[in-house]
Nanobody, 115 residues
Framework: QVQLVESGGGLVQAGGSLRLSCAAS????????MGWYRQAPGKRRELVAL???????DYVDFVQGRFTISRDNAKNTVYLQMNSLKPEDTAVYYC?????????WGQGTQVTVSS
């Protein structure tokens, strides 16, 4: 069983920044793809950003230019740097790991952006 632990969430004013971390219990070098998703109350969970084992990244339109996903294989950790935060970014953010044989989710970390 692979465990993913998110951290770095919190309360921030609009325009502020946060950096989320996702620490995996095993090596992530063999993970096909890791990503960040978010879910606001009453809404569907949605993709935020992805990063492949080769370091290729992809972002949804509503975070492009503001968020940056990165990975540190030596630390088995994936990061999400969030800048210029908006109240619309308020949600629980989840880490996802797509291994060759299974996918895993973290427990989530709350991000709240006040206006």
């Amino acid at each position: 069983q692979v465990q993913l632990v998110e951290s770095g969430g919190g309360l921030v004013q609009a325009g502020g920044s946060l950096r989320l971390s996702c620490a995996a219990s095993v090596s992530i070098s063999s993970v096909n793809r890791m990503g960040w998703y978010r879910q606001a109350p009453g809404k569907r969970r949605e993709l935020v950003a992805l990063i492949t084992s080769g370091g290729i990244t992809d972002y949804v339109d509503f975070v492009q230019g503001r968020f940056t996903i990165s990975r540190d294989n030596a630390k088995n950790t994936v990061y999400l740097q969030m800048n210029s935060l908006k109240p619309e970014d308020t949600a629980v953010y989840y880490c996802n790991a797509d291994f060759p044989t299974a996918t895993y989710w973290g427990q989530g970390t709350q991000v709240t952006v006040s206006s």
